[in-house]
């Protein structure tokens, strides 16, 4: 099955994390909480604070998000990630080839 490929690097992960922030991608509040809990899982691990107070929704959203997680292992939560971000920018990785052979990318990419 093709499932079973080998996870991938935290290069490629950081790669995508990268572009996703340097995109002008539209992610609805699901979206945002499914990446930003992918993120935290992917680079931490399980969720390890308290919950927000009652005043902090975002903050609870955020951590309810990456709380029902649960165990999830790093390189899955990297690659399911990475899949968000393929979704959402389907050619992010033809971009951040040209970026790695240094291409253009920074002029066309900007802030």
Not at 54 to 65: H, I, N, R, S, T
Not at 93 to 102: C, F, K, L, T
Request: charged letters at 25%; hydrophobic letters at 35%.
């Amino acid at each position: 099955a093709k499932m079973a490929q080998q996870a991938p690097s935290e290069a490629h992960f950081h790669r995508a994390a990268d572009h996703l922030k340097s995109s002008k991608v539209k992610l609805s509040d699901d979206e945002q909480l499914r990446l930003y809990a992918l993120f935290k899982q992917a680079t931490i691990g399980k969720c390890n604070t308290s919950r927000p107070g009652m005043l902090d929704f975002v903050g609870k959203a955020k951590w309810d998000a990456w709380n029902a997680l649960g165990a999830l292992p790093q390189p899955d939560a990297r690659a399911q990630y990475i899949s968000q971000v393929c979704q959402h920018c389907p050619t992010w990785q033809e971009s951040d080839e040209s970026d790695a052979a240094g291409a253009e990318g920074e002029a066309a990419g900007g802030e």
